[in-house]
T-cell receptor, first 115, second 113 residues
């Protein structure tokens, strides 16, 4: 089945380290998103990309960067990790078929702990 | 900025009772309102959505209502079952162009047998 996958699924790192979270999809969707989930705060958008040449900041982009290497791959980087970036990170995809906003499909999540 | 408020943050019901979760949104141009369910340790998954050209949509035991004048929408679950226990997120979005979902903070629903 077409799916959205994330690697790693769990990561523990130290303050100041650079870390990359990767997302791949076999759904053939053009749009990809990175969210952060914290208890009581819901899902907050970090970055989103509507095609390989299009990158947009979300509501909480500070401290993060992204790269859309191909239509199927969208990676999130923390250049210098800090403890308050400890969270559950989700990648999601959607397509533009039908000309209206479509369902977002989420990956399984990456649990990141910054010590 | 754009904002979606969701209430209550936690909800506990007895099996067979109904559950209602309410959301309000700030962007009057929003016209797409999905609801996602996230079971413990799992990814969020869409359970129902509504677009602004309709006021209500049903799918078996779940329904969503929309009041665009008041800028609020609600999820209704009837005849709740233990497997309905999860965190539910509402969201709102405009369509076209750089549309993106703004999520509520979530409601943790517990259905007790």
């Amino acid at each position: 089945d077409a799916d959205v996958t994330q690697t790693p699924r769990n990561r523990i790192t130290k303050t100041g380290k650079r870390i990359m979270l990767e997302c791949s999809q076999t759904k053939g969707h053009d749009r990809m998103y990175w969210y952060r989930q914290d208890p009581g705060l819901g899902l907050r958008l970090i970055y989103y990309s509507f095609d390989v040449k299009d990158i947009n900041k979300g509501e909480i982009s500070d401290g993060y960067s992204v790269s859309r290497q191909a239509q199927a791959k969208f990676s999130l980087s923390l250049e210098s990790a800090i403890p308050n970036q400890t969270a559950l990170y989700f990648c999601a995809t959607s397509d533009t078929s039908g000309g209206f906003y479509n369902e977002q499909f989420f990956g399984p999540g990456t649990r990141l702990t910054v010590l | 900025g754009e904002n979606v408020e969701q209430h209550p943050s936690t909800l506990s019901v007895q099996e067979g009772d109904s559950a209602v979760i309410k959301c309000t949104y700030s962007d009057s141009a929003s016209n797409y309102f999905p609801w996602y369910k996230q079971e413990l340790g799992k990814r969020p998954q869409l359970i129902i959505d509504i677009r602004s050209n309709v006021g209500e949509k049903k799918d078996q035991r779940i329904a969503v209502t929309l009041n665009k004048t008041a800028k609020h929408f609600s999820l209704h679950i009837t005849e709740t079952q233990p497997e309905d226990s999860a965190v539910y997120f509402c969201a709102a979005s405009r369509s076209g162009g750089y549309n993106k979902l703004i999520f509520g903070a979530g409601t943790r629903l517990a259905v007790h047998p």
